[in-house]
């Protein structure tokens, strides 16, 4: 498979439970709710293409391009790590991990998606990527999967959740679109950009994930929407708040 990729670039994550935890970004090209072009605005499933503040078209980003295999695509992503820590990592086996993700075949006792992170930092000086887009689940595969852990690496994917992950260990974050099918309903965070009209918190309480987050939405209401959202949260203690600090102080 040729994996086209907008962006890949060092930073830290600043959203969810692994905020503040230094990261590379890997961003793929494209998005299965919308095109990402300025023309196409309004047209997505739930109007999430009206506030999507993400560039995903093309490959012309920084580190961007078409990567021939697995392999090539993870030795790009290791080359934004920093050198010093390389010494440091830990073999994948002896390295607590996230748990193996879903399949459709699979069983909540056979599959806990949730259950072996010991916490948000388990293993430090473990590379960490973030697969996201877009929607990476189009592109993320097994093979690259594969050769992530075989690498050494601690994968996490945010995805909309409207395509089931690959067999393999990852960090799941699912951040569900108004009239968007959702296909994963377990994982370690459910991540909602709040408020969204088709998106209430009570609609997916039930689920099987580890965290639930509420996520401001971002706009010129912002600072209303994050008092909306810190209410939500302290009315109802399963949610937790979770602001864009990369926004905040200005890193990617």
């Given at each position: 498979?040729?994996y086209?990729?907008?962006e890949?670039?060092y930073t830290?994550?600043?959203?969810?439970?692994?905020?503040g935890r230094?990261?590379?970004?890997?961003?793929?090209?494209?998005c299965?709710?919308?095109?990402?072009?300025?023309?196409?605005?309004?047209?997505?499933?739930?109007?999430?293409?009206?506030?999507?503040?993400?560039?995903?078209?093309?490959?012309?980003?920084?580190?961007?391009?078409k990567f021939?295999?697995a392999?090539?695509?993870?030795?790009?992503?290791?080359?934004?790590?920093?050198?010093?820590?390389?010494?440091a990592?830990?073999?994948?086996?002896?390295s607590?991990?996230?748990?193996?993700a879903?399949?459709?075949?699979?069983?909540p006792?056979?599959?806990?998606?949730?259950?072996?992170?010991?916490?948000p930092?388990?293993?430090?000086?473990?590379?960490?990527?973030?697969?996201?887009?877009?929607?990476?689940?189009?592109?993320?595969d097994?093979?690259?999967?594969n050769?992530?852990?075989?690498?050494?690496?601690?994968?996490?994917?945010?995805?909309?959740?409207?395509?089931l992950?690959p067999?393999?260990?990852?960090?799941?974050?699912?951040?569900?679109?108004?009239n968007?099918p959702?296909?994963?309903?377990?994982?370690?965070?459910?991540?909602?950009v709040?408020?969204?009209?088709?998106?209430?918190?009570?609609?997916?309480?039930?689920?099987?994930f580890?965290?639930?987050?509420?996520?401001?939405?971002?706009?010129?209401?912002?600072?209303r929407?994050?008092?909306?959202?810190?209410q939500?949260?302290?009315?109802?203690?399963?949610w937790?708040?979770s602001?864009?600090?990369h926004?905040?102080?200005?890193i990617?």
């Open positions: 498979m040729t086209a990729v907008k890949i670039f830290l994550q600043g959203e969810g439970a692994h905020a230094p990261a590379v970004f890997l961003r793929f090209a494209g299965n709710l919308w095109t990402g072009l300025e023309r196409d605005r309004g047209k997505g499933p739930g109007g999430c293409s009206q506030w999507c503040d993400t560039d995903f078209v093309g490959t012309d980003g920084p580190g961007g391009g021939a295999s392999e090539e695509l993870v030795r790009a992503v290791a080359s934004r790590w920093p050198a010093a820590s390389a010494s990592v830990a073999s994948p086996a002896a607590p991990t996230a748990s193996p879903a399949s459709p075949a699979a069983s006792a056979a599959s806990p998606i949730a259950s072996s992170i010991t916490s930092g388990a293993s430090q000086a473990q590379p960490f990527v973030v697969c996201t887009g877009g929607e990476p689940l189009l592109q993320l097994a093979p690259l999967l050769a992530f852990e075989s690498a050494g690496w601690f994968v996490a994917v945010e995805t909309n959740g409207t395509v992950p067999p393999g260990r990852l960090w799941l974050t699912v951040s569900p679109k108004a968007a959702l296909q994963v309903t377990r994982g370690n965070e459910l991540k909602l709040y408020p969204q009209v088709g998106v209430e918190p009570e609609r997916f309480a039930h689920l099987d580890e965290h639930f987050f509420l996520q401001p939405l971002d706009s010129p209401e912002r600072q929407h994050t008092q909306q959202a810190l939500y949260c302290l009315q109802h203690p399963r937790r708040l602001l864009q600090t926004k905040i102080i200005g990617p």
